[in-house]
């Protein structure tokens, strides 16, 4: 092995350290479902017009979608010990890698500030019961001290993420029963949450809009999961078995989004019956508790879930990601800082400013990213490859997977035309150029731009592959 090419942390994990089993992966999805994330995904929904039947419905939907290519990636990881930065060098080259790699870390840094900013927020909320009319100074030093502590778990280390994980899921699926069930309580039952009309049924003020919608929301919900679709190696490579990985995955991620889904729709739409409006924040909800204890209770175990979730969904794939980039200097705690320090840099209180933005700009403009990755990653591994890699090749650097100077040119220009399709619409989310000085195809386009550019890419490469020196 090259040593410019591995570090304890990228080299293959040996059978004798592979301990997870089914519970193990379905913790992790539960542990990962279960956040305020997948609360906020589902009450922008009903923010959006969606009724409860078709929110849900929405969420299940994607994420059954996005199961496929997280199960099909966890494959390489739980057969050859293998991180995703590793996995990506067979199809992009061992410096090519560096690139997809990177655009992962980037959205994982995305992530991991909303997260923190989040956990902050629960501080802030505790600090303002005790002492009211603190201002924006001590919110900003509560997502600090946050950061601070997702940094200490960091520096413990794999296994200590994993204990993290086993004790957040069921305490945070309690909380959010206990959420619904006061939700239930306040509004006189479910019927009256659970009738509220949808605002694209006939006569409804967006009527005959709803397939737009909801195409953009769809992709918005795998767009959710499309970072795990390509890093689920980082946590596959320490699988007992295939059928642990599988068998598990299955289990922890759509039933757990449905419910959390359920949580939120529910409350949210409490909450335009009690309070005359709606309001998409669970931690905003949460200060309607007349009870203090109650809702200190409930942002502690808020901080305690989201420093969970952050942990594992944000920080161990960009870590290993940064790694990459000089296994020599970079060591996966390093790469966990350099994380921390990106997520601040992001400044994802201006990503959580309103639901819009929170799935057309952030969700679905990331996910055309992505999903041309995960096209390329399967088309080489099982279209062309057949499930086989040289394990040893990998961390070579004039090896089997060394193509043009350490770069496939094939996948970097499938990854190309998976992204060019999506990138007007783009432009247009976030205000670049105007929406009508584009064609509307592009809109539609952008709407679905996981989809879109995962089988652009997927085809491309299939398709020019062969143009490629046999490895």
């Not at 009319?133 to 997502?143: E, I, V």
Request: proline residues 6%.
């Amino acid at each position: 092995m090259s040593t410019a090419l591995t570090n304890p942390d990228l080299a293959p994990v040996p059978s004798d350290r592979r301990h997870w089993r089914v519970g193990s992966f379905a913790a992790l999805w539960i542990s990962m479902s279960a956040c305020i994330p997948t609360y906020l995904l589902a009450s922008s929904l009903i923010a959006g017009g969606m009724d409860w039947k078709e929110a849900i419905g929405t969420v299940f939907l994607g994420n059954l979608i996005v199961l496929v290519p997280i199960i099909l990636n966890a494959h390489a990881g739980a057969k050859y010990g293998i991180p995703f930065p590793v996995y990506c060098r067979a199809a992009f080259g061992t410096r090519g890698a560096n690139v997809p790699a990177v655009l992962r870390a980037l959205v994982a840094c995305g992530w991991f500030g909303i997260q923190a900013w989040i956990g902050g927020d629960a501080i802030y909320q505790i600090l303002c019961v005790f002492v009211p009319g603190l201002g924006g100074w001590a919110q900003a030093l509560c997502f600090l001290a946050f950061w601070g502590v997702n940094m200490l778990v960091v520096y413990q280390g794999i296994d200590s993420i994993r204990l993290l994980l086993n004790i957040k899921a069921p305490l945070l699926v309690a909380l959010g029963l206990l959420f619904l069930f006061w939700a239930y309580r306040q509004a006189g039952g479910f019927g009256p949450i659970l009738s509220q009309p949808s605002a694209f049924a006939a006569g409804g003020p967006k009527a005959g809009q709803f397939g737009t919608f909801f195409l953009l929301s769809l992709t918005g919900m795998i767009g959710f999961w499309a970072t795990l679709s390509l890093n689920i190696p980082d946590f596959s490579r320490y699988a007992v078995s295939q059928r642990d990985q599988i068998l598990g995955q299955a289990l922890g991620l759509p039933l757990t989004m449905a419910l959390f889904a359920f949580i939120g729709v529910a409350v949210t739409s409490a909450t335009t019956l009690l309070f005359g409006q709606t309001i998409w924040d669970p931690v905003l909800v949460m200060k309607h508790f007349q009870n203090p204890i109650a809702f200190v209770v409930a942002m502690l175990a808020v901080c305690v879930a989201t420093l969970a979730t952050n942990i594992a969904a944000n920080v161990v794939s960009p870590a290993n990601d940064f790694s990459h980039l000089a296994p020599r200097r970079i060591s996966f705690r390093v790469g966990g800082l350099i994380t921390g320090l990106v997520g601040i840099a992001m400044m994802p209180w201006k990503l959580l400013a309103d639901p819009g933005g929170y799935i057309y700009t952030w969700l679905v403009g990331y996910s055309g990213l992505l999903g041309p990755i995960g096209g390329i990653l399967i088309a080489d591994y099982y279209v062309c490859r057949r499930l086989q890699l040289d394990v040893a090749g990998l961390y070579q650097e004039n090896g089997p997977y060394s193509f043009r100077k350490g770069i496939s040119w094939v996948a970097m220009t499938a990854l190309a035309l998976g992204i060019l399709p999506s990138l007007p619409g783009f432009l247009s989310a976030i205000g670049a150029v105007t929406a009508a000085s584009i064609p509307g195809v592009f809109h539609l386009i952008y709407d679905a731009a996981w989809l879109v550019g995962f089988a652009v890419a997927f085809i491309v490469y299939v398709a020019l592959r062969p143009a490629l020196p046999k490895s």
